[in-house]
T-cell receptor, first 116, second 112 residues
Framework: GAVVSQHPSWVICKSGTSVKIECRSL??????MFWYRQFPKQSLMLMAT?????????EQGVEKDKFLINHASLTLSTLTVTSAHPEDSSFYIC????????????FGPGTRLTVT | DQQVKQNSPSLSVQEGRISILNCDYT??????FLWYKKYPAEGPTFLIS?????DKNEDGRFTVFLNKSAKHLSLHIVPSQPGDSAVYFC???????????FGAGTRLAVHP
């Protein structure tokens, strides 16, 4: 149980285009989902927290207009990188928290974004 | 300023021996700690956790020790296996149970 999927697993896009990444909880309802970013050989940094049906809460320094997050249902959150630039190239990972289990976050497999 | 520190970027251990991964934290208010294992191009997987009311938690080959006075925790893996080779992150919650903050990670290599 507690499986989280991400799609796509990797994507290459051109500068100026937008890319959407999906995060789904497959066998549980996730009232809260989280989006992280990992640069090579660095730690995971929380970008934003999204609660189903409400606006996402962004961490300091994360541009909310650039990284659009939608959490429309209890099993799906999306991250859209708008007007992508090469510096947005990174590994994006989502996680989901099972309703009622405060401590446990289940992570997706990640999405490798390369902006050319 | 890092609130969770893993000062060893890498560790090499022989198969069958003990692996000890260390983590220090700065805020004595942190009360729950987790260890995650991560393979390249994959998301982290939860390994083991410990609450600050305990000083030890064991799960099979994995044991986490917490020394609150030193603000230090360690993950022991014994015996180490080649499949344990991965990056290990310690993590804790900051400002409630929403924000997980991670250490920089330690890359463990278990060789035959």
């Amino acid at each position: 149980g507690a499986v989280v999927s991400q799609h796509p697993s990797w994507v290459i896009c051109k500068s100026g285009t937008s890319v959407k990444i999906e995060c789904r909880s497959l066998d549980f309802q996730a009232t809260t989902m989280f989006w992280y970013r990992q640069f090579p050989k660095q730690s995971l940094m929380l970008m934003a927290t999204s609660n189903e049906g409400s606006k996402a809460t962004y961490e300091q320094g994360v541009e909310k207009d650039k990284f659009l997050i939608n959490h429309a249902s209890l099993t799906l959150s999306t991250l859209t990188v708008t007007s992508a630039h090469p510096e947005d190239s990174s590994f994006y990972i989502c996680s989901a928290r099972d309703h009622g289990r405060a401590y446990e976050q289940y992570f997706g497999p990640g999405t490798r974004l390369t902006v050319t | 300023d890092q609130q969770v520190k893993q000062n060893s970027p890498s560790l090499s251990v022989q198969e069958g021996r003990i692996s000890i991964l260390n983590c220090d934290y700065t805020n004595s208010m942190f009360d729950y700690f987790l260890w995650y294992k991560k393979y390249p191009a994959e998301g982290p997987t939860f390994l083991i956790s410990i609450s600050s009311i305990k000083d030890k938690n064991e799960d099979g080959r994995f044991t986490v020790f917490l020394n609150k006075s030193a603000k230090h925790l360690s993950l022991h893996i014994v015996p180490s296996q080649p499949g344990d080779s991965a990056v290990y992150f310690c993590a804790t919650f900051s400002g409630g149970y929403n924000k997980l903050i991670f250490g920089a990670g330690t890359r463990l290599a278990v060789h035959p």
